[in-house]
T-cell receptor, first 115, second 113 residues
Framework: DAMVIQNPRYQVTQFGKPVTLSCSQT?????MYWYQQKSSQAPKLLFH???????NEADTPDNFQSRRPNTSFCFLDIRSPGLGDAAMYLC??????????????FGPGTRLTVL | GQNIDQPTEMTATEGAIVQINCTYQ??????LFWYQQHAGEAPTFLSY????GLEEKGRFSSFLSRSKGYSYLLLKELQMKDSASYLC??????????????FGTGTLLAVQP
């Protein structure tokens, strides 16, 4: 089945220790998104890629970086995690972003704990 | 600015009908989505509206009025498994070439026996 895969599902890191979360997709979608979701809050868009074009949200901290080496994979790097970065990180894809239904398909998420 | 409002929590009875409302303000409306999210899981797509009116899909229906900035999700014949958070999300073309989704905080629905 075509899908969005995130690894790991649970990640524990130490304060200040860099961590990388990964996302892969078999849908061959053009757009990949990274969201941060804290408990009982709305998913917050961090950045997205349209093909290789990177789009950063204005309020995304510099501590968060992303890489998309090819169509299928996208990585979220947190250079120096703080306690406030503990959250669920959701990867999503869409075939296109500009109109039509083009709903976003979400992966299962990675729950990050910062000790 | 951009703003999406929906009730924080709702409770309903198994077998009943429930309506979850969503109001929004956005400068470049280009579609409204409803997602279902079970605790600790990813959101899953339920419905999409871009024109005014009702879209029906099995036990789920979604309505949109663009002039009022208003949508609702209607769930019929409620089942226990429908207990989840329901997220209203608006696509905003002011985000540039790739339309972004702006999510509401979600409505936590509890279905009781």
């Amino acid at each position: 089945d075509a899908m969005v895969i995130q690894n790991p599902r649970y990640q524990v890191t130490q304060f200040g220790k860099p961590v990388t979360l990964s996302c892969s997709q078999t849908l061959n979608h053009n757009v990949m998104y990274w969201y941060q979701q804290k408990s009982s809050q709305a998913p917050k868009l961090l950045f997205h890629y349209y093909d290789k074009d990177f789009n950063n949200e204005a309020d995304t901290p510099d501590n968060f970086q992303s890489r998309r080496p090819n169509t299928s994979f996208c990585f979220l790097d947190i250079r120096s995690p703080g306690l406030g970065d503990a959250a669920m990180y959701l990867c999503a894809t869409s075939r296109d972003g500009r109109g039509g239904r083009n709903e976003q398909f979400f992966g299962p998420g990675t729950r990050l704990t910062v000790l | 600015g951009q703003n999406i409002d929906q009730p924080t929590e709702m409770t309903a009875t198994e077998g009943a009908i429930v309506q979850i409302n969503c109001t929004y303000q956005t400068s470049g409306f280009n579609g409204l989505f409803w997602y279902q999210q079970h605790a600790g899981e990813a959101p899953t797509f339920l419905s999409y509206n871009v024109l005014d009116g009702l879209e029906e899909k099995g036990r789920f229906s979604s309505f949109l009025s663009r002039s009022k900035g208003y949508s609702y999700l209607l769930l019929k014949e409620l089942q226990m498994k429908d207990s989840a958070s329901y997220l209203c999300a608006v696509r905003d073309r002011s985000g540039g070439a790739t339309n972004k989704l702006i999510f509401g905080t979600g409505t936590l629905l509890a279905v009781q026996p």
